[in-house]
């Protein structure tokens, strides 16, 4: 009788731990884990959730969005892609310079802005956090961008990662083609992301 409740006791201790702490997981509010590392859409390592947006949005994707400020309009509104490495897979970071280069996208119209580690914008004065195929004049043909903490030479276009650390890029596409929606990993081909050097070392 005793070790009948004794173990009725762990299960419960252990049911008030570990369901709390996945839902905040999930959800990705839990120390250290990244609300960009779920979805259901993976293409060129850019991520993606299609429930954004959506009534089949369980509370976790809703937690997620509010976390990282996707504002969840529908997706025949806007859906969005986000990238935390490059193309070798190594974490962005303030101290290297990238090259972001893409072509027409499968949407009226497009932007990619930078968020910090903590899904913010950082906090610098360079009014350079986002890039959009008006700015490129790039809605149909091919363009690319730098990503750096200084600016680069003139006439470059450039996304400013000072004071931003280990950051993030969100690509949201408005008002997407019907065949994005249907078939995502036949539809778009996303921007690629070249480290070109870093801080201390060669890239």
Not at 15 to 30: E, F, H, K
Not at 48 to 63: K, N, V
Not at 162 to 186: I, S
Request: proline share 6%; net charge negative.
């Amino acid at each position: 009788m005793i070790k009948r409740v004794g173990a009725y006791a762990l299960a419960l201790i252990i049911g008030l731990i570990a369901g709390p702490a996945s839902a905040l997981y999930m959800a990705g509010l839990w120390p250290g884990a990244n609300p960009l590392d779920f979805g259901n859409i993976e293409i060129d390592g850019w991520r993606s959730d299609f429930a954004i947006g959506s009534e089949a949005a369980d509370p976790y994707t809703r937690a997620r969005v509010a976390r990282h400020g996707l504002l969840g309009l529908a997706k025949s509104e806007a859906v969005y892609f986000t990238r935390t490495v490059d193309n070798e897979g190594r974490a962005f970071s303030e101290a290297c310079n990238y090259r972001i280069s893409g072509g027409a996208m499968p949407a009226s119209w497009w932007s990619i802005t930078l968020y910090n580690g903590e899904s913010f914008l950082p906090d610098n004065t360079d009014g350079a956090l986002s890039i959009d195929a008006t700015q490129l004049n790039a809605v149909d043909g091919p363009w690319e961008a730098m990503v750096a903490a200084q600016r680069p030479e003139a006439g470059m276009a450039w996304i400013s990662s000072k004071a931003a650390g280990n950051f993030d890029l969100t690509l949201r596409l408005y008002v997407p083609k019907e065949a994005l929606l249907e078939a995502p990993e036949d539809t778009i081909t996303p921007p690629t992301v070249e480290r070109l050097s870093c801080e201390g070392e060669a890239a």
